[in-house]
């Protein structure tokens, strides 16, 4: 059992490059979400999604696109990176969410780079 | 929209003492989850809380929800180094958006 697995773990982009990040669980979840981890901003939330085909907007989502064609998958787009992307993303995977929120399991991590 | 203070930011403290972290909230809350991130690492699954005024211990770690389940604490008696970390709360509101605080970044000298 994977569980939540992110790829690459590290990347480092130039200004105006585009890329995916790619997230995938195996436990059946309908809720995933990407975070960015900046120092002393904690986790900021992207986007969310609560089943396949649905997305929404999180806190930040500006310069970045999701879709989820699949229970499975969630990936992250950079349209066109800048500096200001320059962070660490986290995607995570829930069971339930809102009233029945349940654990969130996140994966490894993506440190990217913009220069 | 929910907004989530989460207090101190950072916390120094020597092996042995007493640490404790707040998070407070602008609204009332459905339930309350607490996470525990290893430097480099992601964050873990600590607990969560549903009941008002509800308390859970997991070993020298206690988990306080507030009667009007609005803020939350979590203390750790008599820190180790393996305590090490930063500590986040994630607060629910019954909307989809899951909002973490700020986080406390806890540092144990020997």
């Known amino acids: 059992n994977a569980g939540v697995t992110q790829t690459p773990k590290f990347q480092v982009l130039k200004t105006g490059q585009s890329m995916t990040l790619q997230c995938a669980q195996d436990m059946n979840h309908e809720y995933m979400s990407w975070y960015r981890q900046d120092p002393g901003m904690g986790l900021r939330l992207i986007h969310y999604?609560?089943?396949?085909?649905i997305t929404d907007q999180g806190e930040v989502p500006n310069g970045y696109n999701v879709s989820r064609s699949t229970t499975e998958d969630f990936p992250l787009r950079l349209l066109s990176a800048a500096p200001s992307q320059t962070s660490v993303y986290f995607c995570?995977?829930?069971?339930?969410w809102g009233i029945g929120v349940t654990e969130a399991f996140f994966g490894q991590g993506t440190r990217l780079t913009v220069v | 929209g929910q907004q989530v203070m989460q207090i101190p930011q950072y916390q120094h403290v020597q092996e042995g003492e007493d640490f404790t972290t707040y998070c407070n909230s602008s609204?009332?809350?459905?339930?309350i989850q607490w996470y525990k991130q290893r430097p480099g690492g992601h964050p873990v699954f600590l607990i969560q809380l549903v009941k008002s005024g509800e308390v859970k211990k997991q070993k020298r770690l206690t988990f306080q929800f507030g009667e009007a389940k609005k803020n939350s604490s979590l203390h750790i008696t008599a820190t180790q180094t393996t305590d090490v970390g930063t500590y986040f709360c994630?607060?629910?509101?019954?909307?989809?958006?899951?909002?973490f605080g700020t986080g406390t970044q806890l540092k144990v000298e020997l």
């Open positions: 609204t009332t809350l459905s339930n």
């Open positions: 994630l607060m629910t509101g019954g909307g989809n958006k899951l909002t």
């Open positions: 995570a995977s829930s069971y339930g």
């Open positions: 999604s609560v089943g396949a085909g």
